[in-house]
Nanobody, 124 residues
């Protein structure tokens, strides 16, 4: 069992930046790829970013590529999502995810472990 707890969400103006964090506990953190998803009101949950076990590889959809950066600190069992040039359409609940498989960490249906989510609101 892996427990994920997000923090760092909040309200930010368009064009601003925000960093959210996810602290993991339970099984060996470095055995899991880590990811972030988001869900806006009335919309399906969507993939935002993922990072490999060692942190050497990262994955993003085109919608956030160049604006968002995922990173991890295996010594602290924590994964981060740095969000820059935020837009109102980035407003959503952001969820941390963990999975041992690269194939599964990028799709909602594949993820084994989820955090409870943290709200990010971008005002125009």
């Amino acid at each position: 069992q892996v427990t994920l707890v997000e923090s760092g969400g909040g309200l930010v103006q368009a064009g601003g930046s925000l960093r959210v964090s996810c602290a993991a506990s339970g099984r060996t953190f470095s055995n899991y790829l880590m990811g972030w998803f988001r869900q806006a009101p009335g919309k399906e949950r969507e993939f935002v970013a993922a990072i490999s076990w060692s942190g050497g590889r990262t994955y993003y959809p085109d919608s956030v590529k160049g604006r968002f950066t995922i990173s991890r600190d295996n010594a602290k069992n924590t994964v981060y999502l740095e969000m820059n040039s935020l837009k109102p359409e980035d407003t959503a609940v952001y969820y941390c995810a963990a999975d041992p498989s690269l194939r599964d960490i990028v799709v909602v249906e594949g993820v084994h472990y989820w955090g409870q989510g943290t709200q990010v609101t971008v005002s125009s």
